[in-house]
């Protein structure tokens, strides 16, 4: 049933994409050949739009562009000039580690705050840290980054302005260490917004569960502070934490595009803009397909983290 | 706790901050439209100026003063932001409705749509949309219209259900009254503080969505005096160590993101709604 | 000598209402009760009247926002918030309501564990658990798999394992069928048989009568009496306070009249006796202060009527 209701959704937002696309008044073929418009007469326009049969009706163009998906064919990117699976599959690799790491960080951090948050309630800590979280709600993500571009690579100079690589070396030279320095600031700009969330989450559900029956219960026994945390409160509060950071993979998506675009870092995010400023449609095709299927991803390991670790899902259903 | 604080309750409290909020905000706004053109015109001897009291945000490299650009932008921003929550709150009061009153196939295909916006990134589909429109004013507008209104549909969709099932409702149905007089007399009243508060709380997102839009090329014209197009600027500079640029923007943004913010969640407080909107 | 004394008890809680007001909301009024080792003591009273606040209160676990005053001694020594927390799970235990007490994510084996306070806890869990008939395969259930019976002895198991003094059992027997019901009785009255103070609070007179020693008639807040269970009978003649005898009356066995009129709402409790309004036997003295509570033929009420 899930299955099926996703498998709409899949061909739908294919079929909504392209007609969008194709609608959009920007010419892929200007886009395409971009300056040199001007060299280009009719004739050779026309070879062009053959080629990449922007002459058909849309509905054969869709079932064309469609059929060579399920082949996995996704086309070829214009501004790249390399096939488009090929330009996200490399692009993927950068963007996986940038998000991965701030997906931790930003959990792990967020989480604990939430924590401390919770047990401290209402004390100046909590409060402090229930300012921060909304201030950070309110937040521009792009600007985050340029504040910690200003400080960490301008002012102090510990890291390079951009660029996933160093300009001007060759691919091959590229070392360990010099991706880690580039990767440093846009995954610290993205796990600094990505905590807010995580973080007032786990608050309220700690304190929902903090004024539980069975947390009274466990007080009437005897248990307070640390002991009755460990006991009862993380292993009631962890498995929606982790649900729903499985579940922010759009929000974690959204803020790499920013990010990416403000330390030039060469991920899918940049990728993105690229093609939409610069009417890339198979690769900006590709790109909502692409970052859909993350998205599903996401949900689907937030589902079975539910089925797996809660007891009541796990066991419930074989009794 | 401070005592002033303990004397008022947490409802006095929302209304003072509410009454501070909107006041902050017209200031703003006030500022924003009343602002001479002039200043933000070509002045190559006040060029790449840092913060100074003439200046008090600086100037940028065409010697135009950040203060006045901001303000306006801010502007700018709030008017695309409110036509585009609206439009999101419109989209969202319909759909909700319907998936609620009209049976269990369009609620289907509300559920089935709400699941569609929500499985593609929100920036993806923004870009998309603002491509499909070759970019600018009426792509944001659409893009922030069409990516907002999930949320708050599924909270007017409980809400009407739940009216539906009230027995004043039950009672007025059983007295033969119209479906139209039912909708209009218990049931619009009903759910119009919860799309207000709803449309306040979209307000913010609006704001920032357009912005990170803009910022990345595919919003805003760059003639436009917008935030997002400011700060993308700036990038250019930042080498150069001139942090004005970015930084008193940005900073203006998130602080009228926040207000609007506080804004919505204080009316919701003064006007008992409990829903959670997140 | 009573081994837990409450003087003068009340519990009030600051709340929010309408508008911009803010309102104390009194719940427990001046309560007296006392519960000696080897008795069960019935606190009854109709559902929502705060009974529930009067264990909380003893066991320290009252809300944050909830004002106390009065005395509550233990073992003749009050019962301060430093001696609550060392003494709670301890010497006095709490049987909760329900299976929504016991944490939804960890197996009922290794809760009741927790209440353990001598070493080797798993001997002692397997053990009372045998005691109440709960096989093998139960510890290594979640709550959400336990049938109401076993619930019911798993809660009762929690507070036995800890071989506390003073049992505090909340409606241990709402909800649950009558068999149920006798075997949770038995097993409170076989506490009280080895020594153990029981204090039963409960809406149930009916299960009440059956295994109390004494019983205190919570109204509004307040214990309005306390008689000697065998008062309990024939037209109530015997009974001090014209509430028990209306509360006895009102039983279907007996003449089944309800009491006309209900409660008072804590947030509005009247300025005299508390069930004045509803009382045939009123006089204007009545409205005139609360009254005390004073010792009657072997029981005490809080009436200035009561003869």
Redo the contacts between chains.
Sequence with gaps: MKSIRMATLLVAICFISFLLIKNSPIDPIQAYIGADMLNVGSEQREKIAEYWGLNEPIMVQFFNWGSALLAGDMGTSMIYRQPVSEVIGERFVHSVVLMLTAWIFSGVIGFTMGVVAAMKRDTWIDRSMKWYCYMLASTPTFWMGLLVLIVFAVWLGWFPIGLGVPAGVLAKDVTTVDQLKHLILPAMTLSIVGVGNVALHTRQKLIDVLGSEYILFARARGEWGFILFWRHGLRNIVIPALTLQFAAFSELFGGAVLTEQVFSYPGLGQATVEAGLRGDVPLLLGLVLFSTMFVFGGNLIADLIYRLLDPRMREGRSR | MMPTLTLL????RALIVTILAIVFLMIVIVIGVVLDKESISTNLKHRNASPTFEHPFGTDWLGRDMFSRTFMGISLSIGVGLIGAFGSTLIATILGVISATMGKTADRIVS?LI??F???????TL????????GGFKGIVIGIALTHWPSLARIIRAEVMQIRSAEFVQISRKMGKSSWWIATKHIFPHILPQILVGFMLLF?HAI?HE??VT????GLSPHEPAIGII?SE??KY??A?M?WL??FP?LC??FI??TF?MLGENIRILMDINIDHK | MPILEVENLSVSFKKYTRGFKQTKSTVITSLDVTVEAGEILAVVGASGSGKSLLAHAILGILPSNAITSGVIKYGGEELTPARQSVLSGKELALIPQSVNYLDPLMRVGSQVRTSVKKENAIAAQREVFQRYHLNAGVEKMYPFQLSGGMARRTLLATAMVSGARVIIADEPTPGLDSVVIVEALNHLKESAVNGCAVMLITHDIESALQVADRIAVFYAGTTVEISPVEHFNGNGEQLRHPYSKALWRALPQNDFIPIKGSQPRPSQLPSGCLFAPRCEMATPDCEQERPAMRNLRNGMVRCIHAT
């Design positions: 309750n947490k409802k006095q089935w699941d569609l929500l499985s593609v990134p929100h920036l993806v870009i998309l949309i603002a491509f499909t429109f070759g913010p920032l912005a990170a910022f990345l090329g595919l700060l700036s990038m930042l080498s160590g942090w970015a930084f940005g943004l998130l993101v926040r913010d």
